[in-house]
């Protein structure tokens, strides 16, 4: 097993942790995108967390001189679930596009998850997506990956 597979199973077994972590993505070589926040050990064996997720196509507009992707205003909250079970595996749950579901299959590479999956939207081609979960940290301790309330 790799590094992330280890963490993962460390959340399974102890519920007083949690870790933070980071997914890119880049859809069809056209839209990037990135989401931050925080997992923990769920009811299923398995890791859930929620994610604010941020988009190259939304670009911060601040006219006459400032044109610039991931605008920060412009965010979604999604839920991503990570299971060991049956071989590693990622869902992510699009909260603003009507809770669309997708799931992908991920290899452990040591420090990060792997995958590949359908685009999400009309974006043509496949999906690349990393995942990175960092190391434990003890509830109770702030969580700074985690979203801001009141977030998409």
């Known amino acids: 097993m790799g590094q992330v597979t280890d963490r993962v199973n460390f959340l399974v077994s102890n519920f007083t942790f ?17 989401a931050t926040g925080s997992v923990a050990a769920d009811q299923r064996g398995g ?3 929620r994610l604010r997720e941020y988009f190259s196509d939304r670009l911060f507009d ?6 610039q992707p991931f605008d920060v205003d412009r965010t979604d909250t999604s839920t991503l679930t990570i299971s060991l079970a049956g071989g590693p595996r990622a869902t992510m749950v699009l909260h603003s596009w009507g809770d669309t579901t997708f799931g992908f299959p991920v290899q452990d590479q040591g420090e ?4 590949s999956g359908d685009p999400v939207g009309p974006v043509p081609g496949r999906a690349g997506f990393l995942i990175a979960v ?3 940290t003890h509830v109770g301790v702030t969580d700074p990956g ?3 309330a009141g977030g998409s």
């Open 47 to 49: 890791v859930t967390g």
């Open 146 to 148: 985690a979203p801001e």
């Open 112 to 115: 990060v998850f792997f995958g």
């Open 62 to 67: 601040k006219r006459p001189f400032v044109f």
């Open 134 to 136: 960092g190391p434990p």
């Open 18 to 34: 949690f870790s933070g972590v980071t997914v890119v993505s880049l859809q069809g070589g056209e839209v990037a995108r990135y």
